[in-house]
């Protein structure tokens, strides 16, 4: 039996290590494009950017434990095609073929046009290793950065370029930032964060053009505003690595469709983590998280072993700014309002509701807030609103519901 799993990042990872978790004992080969063996994404933004983290305490796992545990991870290697048909993969340089494929091929970052300047020196996304080695001799004091898009990872580099003493500029073309993941409250809490820490934020304008001779050198915002920059950071979303799944015939949603237990059109093939939309509560979602990417994997391995198992979903997410955690349970999809929770200048959570059901979980520095609205929802518990909103309720209190 041979399983092979295309993409060795974060969900590739946890496939092959819980197939042999299991007890799996066919051939298993992990397949990454990259040059470094699987890594946690999150530190991109946070901790490695701040150069407070060593690239070897990013990998998952060390390198030699893919070899040790009987795993054929090849490095630097791109899946070219797939032949479903002949249940064949072509690489960069072999020709493979299985009996399980598993598409584990993540995301790719929405780049700026060419004819705004997207192609210009000194214009960085922020996906992978690369892009932020690339930009991290940038971030000397007093330097001028623009950052493009409200959303948590440009609000995260724009807390590590302000804590670097450099100039930031964020530039959101929604109402507010956050606007297309949390709700107006989440937004004026970080909104005034930033302030705080002398981070020029504006919203409801849009970059129109960046300007400069070969590299960078300012950009002009729809308002008609000009800046004189020194480089930017693109932070405007991402899109589904779909590309191969598409040329071989396989159905897309929203991302590579799945079923319930990840399993794609074509029964050999299976997906999970960024790339993969599934059913959710009576519609289909596709998350862009390391929870996700890691249950989700886990549970196509075990399907793969015959386990017949079903993905449920337990959202969760988190975004470190400055000396802020904030800790996201559940989905907020669908919300018609939200009950603040303010414990003290920092800490403080916003519960979402519909009706009278509660949904997701904002808590900024208040991880009790957190992990009680976390159990509350897997729990389908919706607490009264009124007692969330008093600060002389007792969390534990909650918990008896
Ligand atoms: P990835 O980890 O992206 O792995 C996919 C891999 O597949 C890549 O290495 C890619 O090169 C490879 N690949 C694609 N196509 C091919 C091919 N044809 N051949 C060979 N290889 C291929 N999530 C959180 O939960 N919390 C956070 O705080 C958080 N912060 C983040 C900060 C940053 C800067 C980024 C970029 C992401 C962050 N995320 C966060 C999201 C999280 O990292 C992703 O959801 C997670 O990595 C998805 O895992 P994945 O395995 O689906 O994709």
Redesign the pocket.
């Known amino acids: 039996m041979q399983v092979i799993v295309?993409?060795?990042?974060?969900?590739?990872s946890s496939c092959v290590t819980k197939l042999r978790n299991l007890g799996f004992e066919g051939d298993i080969t992990l397949?990454?494009?990259?040059p470094a063996p699987p890594y946690?994404?999150?530190p991109?933004?946070k901790k490695y950017l701040l150069g407070e983290m060593d690239v070897e305490r990013l990998y998952l796992r060390p390198e030699s434990f893919y070899g040790e545990n009987g795993i054929d991870l090849r490095l630097n290697?791109?899946?070219e095609a797939i032949d479903p048909a002949a249940k064949q993969v072509v690489t960069s340089a072999d020709a493979l073929s299985y009996d399980h494929l598993v598409l584990?091929?993540?995301?790719t970052p929405h780049r700026l046009p060419g004819a705004i300047g997207g192609a210009l020196d000194g214009v960085y996304t922020?996906?992978?290793l690369k892009d932020v080695d690339a930009m991290a001799p940038e971030f000397a004091e007093g330097r001028r950065v623009l950052i493009v898009g409200g959303g948590?990872?440009g609000l995260?580099a724009a807390a590590v370029a302000a804590s670097r003493g450099l100039q930031v500029t964020l530039v959101e073309m929604a109402d507010r930032i956050l606007q297309r993941v949390a709700a107006p409250e989440t937004s004026d809490y970080f909104r005034a964060l930033h302030a705080s820490h002398g981070v020029n934020i504006v919203e409801g304008v849009g970059l129109e053009q960046l300007t400069g001779e070969g590299r960078v050198s300012g950009a002009v915002l729809s308002d008609g505003s000009e800046l004189v920059l020194d480089f930017v950071i693109v932070g405007v979303g991402i899109a589904p690595?779909t590309g191969?799944a598409e040329v071989a015939g396989i159905t897309l949603d929203n991302g590579i469709q799945t079923d319930a237990q990840g399993r794609t059109s074509d029964p050999a093939i299976w997906a999970?983590?960024?790339?993969a939309s599934f059913p959710y509560r009576g519609t289909r979602i596709r998350l862009?998280?390391?929870?996700?990417?890691i249950d989700q994997a886990e549970c196509v391995a075990e399907n793969i072993m015959g386990a017949g198992k079903d993905y449920v979903a337990k959202p969760w997410?988190?975004?470190d700014q400055y000396d802020v955690k904030l800790q996201i349970a559940g989905l907020n999809v669908g919300y018609d309002r939200v009950v603040s929770r303010i414990n003290d200048d920092v800490s403080r959570s916003f519960w979402y509701y519909q009706g009278e059901t509660l949904l997701a979980v904002d808590a900024a520095n208040a991880p009790r807030d957190y992990m009680v609205g976390k159990r509350l929802i897997e729990g389908g518990k919706s607490p009264d609103p009124a007692a969330i909103a008093d600060p002389e309720t007792d969390m534990k209190d909650l918990m008896r519901l």
Do not use: K, M
Request: hydrophobic residues 35%.
């Open positions: 295309i993409g060795a990042g974060q969900a590739g397949i990454g494009e990259e946690q994404r999150p991109l933004s290697e791109r899946v584990t091929t993540g995301s922020v996906r992978d948590y990872i995260e690595a191969l999970a983590g960024d790339c862009e998280s390391v929870p996700n990417a997410f988190w975004s």
